[in-house]
């Protein structure tokens, strides 16, 4: 019985950032490439708008998404029949993530430098934004949530979700979808998907009476993902949250048949999905492919899952140890951290670069992704190392206000002079000297 995950041995060390990544690569899915795809699309619906949007959808999607904007009607009617299970499970999810991004919103300061100088910083919310919400192999009315109530939280005035129609509902968005959104009361709501829909976000769209929106969040496919690295700078984005990633750090205490779980149910995702065990115990590593082979006849979606395991984005790696398996897992920045070892506590204090990290054996992934309160939308490919993921704070700005009076501006007037006159910039001292003449 072959394995389905290769493995890499480092048990004689751990290499460079570089290496760790050429080693163990992400799905061969350039976002260069899919930039230069999408670009005439994106300035397609720039100059054309909605029927540039229509003529996307039935090219790539094969239907009419006519009416772009989903009546309230139709968000009234989900809501009426989804499941009341359902709506119990989502409830409960708003609950926590709310809950969470409460607790964690940002407080107003006030910093006294002088009995007449201080500087406040308070947190404002931005203008608007566009949240998407991807419809491809699944239905992610979780996305909803993560989407919405930390912006709700944050006080943004003005949200917009925008989510791809469906075949199998007559092209139209996934009710479940648009249930979560009446539950959260979003009304402004467009059955559009992929990179078209972040264009339209960005440019607006004048005929749907779609205005440009300041921030684009949520996750998607690597198409979504280059469609906002595009349009960075035009509006404001999150990060790139695309295709998912799994690292597991388990050592030989790990319950094999946990570990092979997790691994698949990210691999359950897409095709280009990323499942990584790191493990110093090689004995682990043959269970957790006993584990695997066994699980997968039994999933779902097992062709999927095991392209995504058999590619080159997954693996076991053997190291020497748990210090190496942190090195590890520190140079490769994966979106989603396990760390199934004794003394996690410990071995957390180690870790630097994760989107999010999951403690213990009854803390997977699918916890975070439903209902542990924490964010699903989160860093991929290596951004963990210089972002995070989406919470309350992605929706907030910081703003410094200055507030001097007269007698503490003069205490400046001399320090400010030698600075500007060494800075070539007299006239900065001039503004300071005039109010003192």
């Given at each position: 019985?072959?394995?389905?995950?290769?493995?890499?041995?480092?048990?004689?060390?751990?290499?460079?950032?570089?290496?760790?990544?050429?080693?163990?690569?992400?799905?061969?899915?350039?976002?260069?490439?899919?930039?230069?795809?999408?670009?005439?699309?994106?300035?397609?619906?720039?100059?054309?708008?909605?029927?540039?949007?229509?003529?996307?959808?039935?090219?790539?999607?094969?239907?009419?998404?006519?009416?772009?904007?989903?009546?309230?009607?139709?968000?009234?009617?989900?809501?009426?029949?989804?499941?009341?299970?359902?709506?119990?499970?989502?409830?409960?999810?708003?609950?926590?993530?709310?809950?969470?991004?409460?607790?964690?919103?940002?407080?107003?300061?006030?910093?006294?430098?002088?009995?007449?100088?201080?500087?406040?910083?308070?947190?404002?919310?931005?203008?608007?934004?566009?949240?998407?919400?991807?419809?491809?192999?699944?239905?992610?009315?979780?996305?909803?949530?993560?989407?919405?109530?930390?912006?709700?939280?944050?006080?943004?005035?003005?949200?917009?979700?925008?989510?791809?129609?469906?075949?199998?509902?007559?092209?139209?968005?996934?009710?479940?979808?648009?249930?979560?959104?009446?539950?959260?009361?979003?009304?402004?709501?467009?059955n559009v998907g992929g990179p078209a829909a972040i264009a339209a976000l960005a440019h607006g769209v004048p005929e749907l009476e779609l205005s440009p929106v300041s921030l684009i969040t949520g996750p998607g496919n690597i198409y979504v993902t280059a469609a906002k690295r595009a349009l960075r700078g035009?509006?404001?984005?999150?990060?790139?949250?695309?295709?998912?990633?799994?690292?597991?750090?388990?050592?030989?205490?790990?319950?094999?048949?946990?570990?092979?779980?997790?691994?698949?149910?990210?691999?359950?995702?897409?095709?280009?999905?990323?499942?990584?065990?790191?493990?110093?115990?090689?004995?682990?590593?043959?269970?957790?492919?006993?584990?695997?082979?066994?699980?997968?006849?039994?999933?779902?979606?097992?062709?999927?899952?095991?392209?995504?395991?058999?590619?080159?984005?997954?693996?076991?790696?053997?190291?020497?140890?748990?210090?190496?398996?942190?090195?590890?897992?520190?140079?490769?920045?994966?979106?989603?951290?396990?760390?199934?070892?004794?003394?996690?506590?410990?071995?957390?204090?180690?870790?630097?670069?994760?989107?999010?990290?999951?403690?213990?054996?009854?803390?997977?992934?699918?916890?975070?992704?439903?209902?542990?309160?924490?964010?699903?939308?989160?860093?991929?490919?290596?951004?963990?190392?210089?972002?995070?993921?989406?919470?309350?704070?992605?929706?907030?700005?910081?703003?410094?206000?200055?507030?001097?009076?007269?007698?503490?501006?003069?205490?400046?007037?001399?320090?400010?002079?030698?600075?500007?006159?060494?800075?070539?910039?007299?006239?900065?001292f001039e503004a300071i000297q005039a109010r003192f003449e």
């Open positions: 019985m072959s394995n389905l995950l290769r493995v890499v041995d480092l048990r004689a060390g751990v290499p460079s950032s570089a290496q760790v990544n050429q080693l163990v690569p992400r799905a061969s899915l350039s976002i260069e490439s899919a930039i230069a795809e999408i670009l005439p699309l994106i300035d397609e619906i720039r100059v054309r708008g909605e029927s540039a949007l229509i003529s996307a959808t039935e090219r790539f999607d094969g239907f009419d998404p006519t009416p772009i904007r989903v009546p309230q009607s139709e968000l009234d009617s989900a809501l009426a029949n989804i499941s009341p299970a359902l709506k119990s499970s989502l409830t409960e999810a708003i609950a926590r993530v709310r809950k969470v991004s409460e607790a964690n919103l940002p407080k107003p300061v006030t910093t006294t430098l002088s009995p007449g100088g201080k500087v406040h910083q308070r947190w404002q919310p931005v203008d608007s934004v566009g949240l998407y919400v991807p419809g491809g192999k699944a239905v992610y009315p979780s996305s909803v949530v993560m989407n919405v109530v930390p912006a709700q939280v944050a006080g943004v005035p003005r949200m917009v979700i925008a989510t791809p129609g469906q075949k199998a509902f007559q092209g139209r968005p996934h009710p479940t979808v648009l249930a979560a959104a009446a539950m959260l009361g979003i009304t402004e709501v467009y035009i509006v404001g984005i999150d990060s790139e949250a695309g295709t998912t990633e799994i690292l597991i750090i388990a050592d030989s205490g790990a319950n094999p048949e946990f570990v092979a779980a997790d691994l698949l149910s990210q691999a359950e995702h897409d095709e280009s999905a990323a499942s990584v065990l790191v493990t110093d115990s090689e004995e682990l590593a043959n269970q957790v492919q006993i584990a695997l082979l066994k699980r997968l006849d039994k999933t779902s979606h097992a062709q999927r899952a095991k392209t995504a395991l058999t590619a080159q984005q997954s693996a076991i790696v053997l190291v020497a140890n748990i210090h190496e398996a942190v090195k590890f897992a520190n140079f490769y920045a994966t979106e989603h951290l396990e760390l199934q070892t004794e003394n996690a506590q410990e071995v957390l204090s180690l870790v630097s670069n994760a989107g999010a990290i999951f403690i213990g054996a009854y803390s997977p992934v699918s916890l975070g992704d439903y209902m542990a309160g924490s964010n699903h939308v989160l860093p991929v490919n290596q951004q963990s190392k210089f972002g995070a993921g989406l919470s309350v704070h992605t929706f907030l700005r910081a703003q410094q206000i200055i507030d001097y009076n007269k007698e503490g501006l003069a205490e400046t007037v001399s320090l400010i002079d030698s600075l500007a006159n060494e800075e070539g910039l007299p006239a900065h």
